[in-house]
């Protein structure tokens, strides 16, 4: 890979303006921009669930869907450019299930929490959902990958379902909602 940071600081977007990857110029506050934003902070605190003490293989699962959010930033960079296809969906679903197998029906709703990894889970499926919204805002106006909209609802699945397994695997239980404590 070629040096494309060389400088960190440009100061061109000291006016309120940022640079998309085609060259263009829009307000920070655009929903484009918003969409970004968001999945620049999912990556960050799924970076912090991979430092905790997890498996190998939930540690291999989340690398994977980092380079995956990198890519929908890079669809959001450049208009019109298309990466994701539907195999990163399926990747989601089939570990969706794995981990699923292993974890007793849902019966109640529960609360975020339990282990601190856990927690750090639930988090991220938080900002997953704002990214969400985010991008269905976007769409509105400017068309989003459809593959990539439907991977980041199937992500705030799998992030709480990896939630759910993380605490069974600290032997922790889930803290589930009471009515009217």
């Given at each position: 890979m070629a040096n494309r940071l060389t400088?960190?600081?440009?100061k061109t977007g000291d006016s309120g303006k940022t640079g998309l990857g085609d060259?263009?110029?829009?307000d920070k506050f655009n929903p484009r921009i918003e969409g970004l934003g968001s999945i620049?902070?999912?990556n960050s605190v799924i970076g912090i669930i991979i430092s905790e003490d997890i498996s190998a293989v939930e540690s291999?699962?989340?690398?994977?869907?980092?380079?995956?959010?990198f890519d929908i930033g890079g669809e959001l960079s450049i208009p019109s450019f298309i990466t994701l296809t539907m195999v990163k969906v399926e990747f989601l679903e089939?570990?969706?299930?794995?981990?699923?197998?292993?974890?007793?029906?849902l019966k109640e709703f529960i609360?975020?929490?339990?282990?601190?990894?856990s927690s750090?889970?639930?988090?991220?499926?938080?900002?997953?959902?704002?990214?969400?919204?985010?991008?269905f805002e976007l769409n509105q106006s400017d068309k989003v990958n459809e593959v990539s909209l439907k991977y980041?609802?199937?992500?705030?699945?799998?992030?709480?379902?990896?939630?759910?397994?993380l605490n069974k695997s600290k032997n922790i239980h889930d803290i589930f909602w009471k009515k009217n404590i």
């Amino acid at each position: 890979m070629a040096n494309r940071l060389t400088k960190i600081y440009t100061k061109t977007g000291d006016s309120g303006k940022t640079g998309l990857g085609d060259g263009s110029r829009i307000d920070k506050f655009n929903p484009r921009i918003e969409g970004l934003g968001s999945i620049d902070e999912l990556n960050s605190v799924i970076g912090i669930i991979i430092s905790e003490d997890i498996s190998a293989v939930e540690s291999g699962w989340l690398e994977k869907i980092q380079h995956d959010l990198f890519d929908i930033g890079g669809e959001l960079s450049i208009p019109s450019f298309i990466t994701l296809t539907m195999v990163k969906v399926e990747f989601l679903e089939s570990n969706i299930d794995k981990m699923n197998k292993e974890l007793p029906p849902l019966k109640e709703f529960i609360l975020p929490g339990g282990s601190k990894i856990s927690s750090y889970t639930h988090l991220a499926r938080t900002i997953c959902r704002r990214v969400e919204r985010n991008l269905f805002e976007l769409n509105q106006s400017d068309k989003v990958n459809e593959v990539s909209l439907k991977y980041i609802n199937r992500l705030s699945d799998f992030l709480f379902v990896l939630a759910r397994h993380l605490n069974k695997s600290k032997n922790i239980h889930d803290i589930f909602w009471k009515k009217n404590i």
